[in-house]
């Protein structure tokens, strides 16, 4: 099973995207997000492990159809500090995308 950074197209000018496609396609896409608001963006690595971990403490499993956006977004929040919301989309090649994007203060 290979995983790996996304080939996601970032257009010019949109700064603070991470991505990561899970060995199903689906691509768990982070904008704009920053750990407990120090301006530090969170890396893929740190993506990739994040969901790993979801997967396996949620009993969430690899079948990303299945997994709870809310649950999703709180656990997010618990790990980086950082209110978040959560909502699938569908990518320009048909995949899966949960899109993670920073809520407003």
């Given at each position: ?96 995308v949960f899109a993670i994007r920073t809520?407003?203060?």
């Amino acid at each position: 099973m290979v995983m790996g950074p996304s080939t996601t197209y970032v257009p010019p000018g949109v700064a603070g995207m991470v991505s990561w496609r899970m060995p199903d396609g689906t691509e768990i896409v982070g904008v704009g997000v920053e750990v407990e608001g120090v301006g530090v963006e969170v890396e893929t690595e740190r993506l990739r492990e994040f969901v790993v971990r979801f997967m396996s403490a949620a009993g969430a499993g690899w079948n990303a159809s299945q997994w709870s956006d809310t649950l999703f977004g709180s656990a997010f929040e618990e790990r980086f500090g950082v209110k978040v919301q959560v909502h699938r989309e569908a990518g320009p090649d048909g995949q899966r995308v949960f899109a993670i994007r920073t809520l407003s203060s």
